[in-house]
Nanobody, 115 residues
Framework: QVQLVESGGGLVQPGGSLRLSCAASGNIASAHAMAWYRQAPGKQRELVAIIRSITGTIYDDSVKGRFTISRDSAKNTVDLQMNNLKPEDTAVYYC?????????WGQGTQVTVSS
């Protein structure tokens, strides 16, 4: 069983930045993939960014050039640096880990972009 805990969410003005962090209880170096998803009110959960052990990093078109996903295997953390935030980025952001044993999710952290 792998536990994921997200942190770093909050309220930010448009154009601002936030850095989300996901701390894993398991060894993320052995994960097939680590990802960040988000879910806005009334919408389906969607992929924001993913790091795969073989195919590398992929971003949703809506965040390309603004968000950066990074992994620190020594600390077992996966971060999401979010720059030039827009009101449409408002959502609950979730961390996901993909292992042979299954997929694991964090509890989510709220990001609100508003003036």
């Amino acid at each position: 069983q792998v536990q994921l805990v997200e942190s770093g969410g909050g309220l930010v003005q448009p154009g601002g930045s936030l850095r989300l962090s996901c701390a894993a209880s398991g060894n993320i170096a052995s994960a097939h993939a680590m990802a960040w998803y988000r879910q806005a009110p009334g919408k389906q959960r969607e992929l924001v960014a993913i790091i795969r052990s073989i195919t590398g990093t992929i971003y949703d078109d809506s965040v390309k050039g603004r968000f950066t996903i990074s992994r620190d295997s020594a600390k077992n953390t996966v971060d999401l640096q979010m720059n030039n935030l827009k009101p449409e980025d408002t959502a609950v952001y979730y961390c996901k880990a993909v292992y042979l044993t299954g997929d694991y999710w964090g509890q989510g952290t709220q990001v609100t972009v508003s003036s």
